[in-house]
């Protein structure tokens, strides 16, 4: 009877080690998968925003300071996060505007 229950035992610690680098092999492995994700594919820092529309919202208290940007049509300063962004030969172009960003497009 000893004998079958020390048996048990050692199966026992071996399963529940074989458990244990299972997991921590589980862990190596997501951990190298999100590393990988990270390194493909850079994302555009460009957005030309079609669908949202730049409008003034109150103004509120806060420590970001906003960097103003000149509408190249009809010469307005914009908040850059408010403004219509264009890329266009390695230059960004800001827009007040649905309207000028429009105009602009249709001068080029
Ligand atoms: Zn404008």
């Known amino acids: ?14 399963l529940l080690f074989r458990t244990i680098l ?15 994700r990270r390194n493909s594919g850079t994302e555009s820092v460009y ?22 940007v000149r509408d190249d049509i009809c010469g307005r300063y ?3 996060n408010k403004a219509y962004i264009i890329h266009s030969d390695d230059e960004d172009h800001y827009f007040c505007s649905w309207e000028c960003r429009q105009k602009y497009l249709g001068q080029e």
């Open 78 to 80: 914009v908040a850059r």
């Open 1 to 14: 009877m000893d004998l079958l229950a020390s048996l048990l035992q050692i199966t026992f610690i071996f």
């Open 47 to 68: 957005d030309i925003s079609d669908n949202e529309q730049a409008t003034d919202a109150a103004p509120r208290h806060s420590a970001i300071t906003i960097e103003m």
């Open 22 to 36: 299972t997991v921590i092999g589980g862990i190596s492995l997501s951990k190298r998968l999100k590393e990988s």
